[in-house]
């Protein structure tokens, strides 16, 4: 037996910024908890079993008292009251993982996966943590899983094994999976280990260190260059200029956290400044606000970035 809808009263403005432009921020919220929202006037109609109205109600309130304080309420606000409203752990991407859709922890992160969605070029820098590498694989695995990519490439640099990779034993996979381990143990979550095996066989998800981006068009592709800030600049303009039609790039590192033995060769934070701006770019900055592992990790992180700047002001 269906249940009737539940209307929650609203102001006017509660009820726009519900709606959001075009039906936007309603759209999402009906597709996160499987209901269906109306604003028959004066407030909004919840329809839907129990459980998801409930969660739908929540996330509705949070916006409305957002309107109602005089606060404009966008898509970032959106995801993060859905995140807050569900409950539950890390954010995965939506039909590829094991425990349901992506949700944003913290408003950044709800910035970020919207930078991902609507820019060709993604930076996302900040501490460890953060979400800024997982939610950037979560969103490519996501498009691949929708077609709208032919590939899903993650590269990072291999700075331990510089240029004695190929002095190391074994076929490429073999040389390079150890340094990839990180991003293997986060496309494992997101897509399932035997997901991950088909595509990975099959050449749609590719892993490699970024010496072997040289001479590549990455065309129809989700392209993410992780741990950027131990690539030279020369390295960052290449594998930038592999981008080919249909694709977009993530570009995700902790300035803070340089290998390099010159730090200033760094590219990443060169790349920010020089392209910062630019049309199609966008950039995404992460603090120690946004760690979502240990609450241990924020705190360390602070006391770092304190000694960091009370070292500069020396």
Do not use: C
Not at 54 to 66: E, F, P, S, W
Not at 87 to 96: I, L
């Amino acid at each position: 037996m269906s249940r009737p809808p539940e209307f929650l009263p609203l102001s006017d403005d509660a009820v726009r910024a519900v709606s959001g432009p075009g039906g936007r921020h309603a759209a999402l919220i009906e597709d996160a908890f499987k209901v269906l929202l109306e604003t028959p006037g004066g407030g909004v109609s919840m329809a839907g079993d129990l459980r998801a109205r409930g969660q739908a109600k929540r996330t509705v309130q949070a916006l409305a008292d957002l309107a109602d304080s005089g606060i404009p309420v966008g898509e970032a606000d959106v995801r993060v009251a859905i995140g807050d409203a569900r409950g539950d752990g890390p954010p995965t991407a939506p039909g590829t993982a094991r425990r349901g859709p992506v949700s944003p922890k913290t408003a950044t992160q709800a910035r970020y996966m919207d930078a991902l969605g609507t820019h060709d070029l993604t930076f996302g820098l900040g501490p460890a943590g953060t979400g800024k590498t997982f939610l950037a694989v979560a969103h490519g695995a996501g498009m691949l899983m929708r077609g709208e990519v032919d590939r899903l490439i993650v590269t990072r640099p291999a700075v331990e094994a510089g240029e004695r990779l190929g002095f190391l034993p074994g076929d490429l996979t073999e040389k390079v999976d150890p340094y990839m381990a990180p991003v293997w143990e986060a496309l494992t979550q997101i897509v399932g280990a035997e997901q991950l095996r088909r595509r990975r066989d099959k050449g749609e998800i590719e892993v490699a260190p970024i010496a072997f981006m040289r001479g590549r068009t990455l065309a129809h592709a989700f392209v993410i260059v992780d741990e950027a800030q131990n690539t030279s600049r020369l390295q960052m303009k290449m594998v930038l200029t592999r981008l080919g039609e249909g694709s977009r790039m993530a570009v995700t590192g902790d300035p803070s956290q340089i290998d390099l033995l010159n730090p200033r060769d760094s590219g990443l934070a060169h790349a920010v400044g020089i392209l910062e701006g630019v049309e199609g770019v966008a950039v995404t900055r992460f603090t120690a606000d946004d760690v979502i592992r240990h609450p241990m990790v924020a705190r360390i992180v602070r006391a770092y970035d304190a000694d960091a700047a009370g070292q500069a002001g020396k």
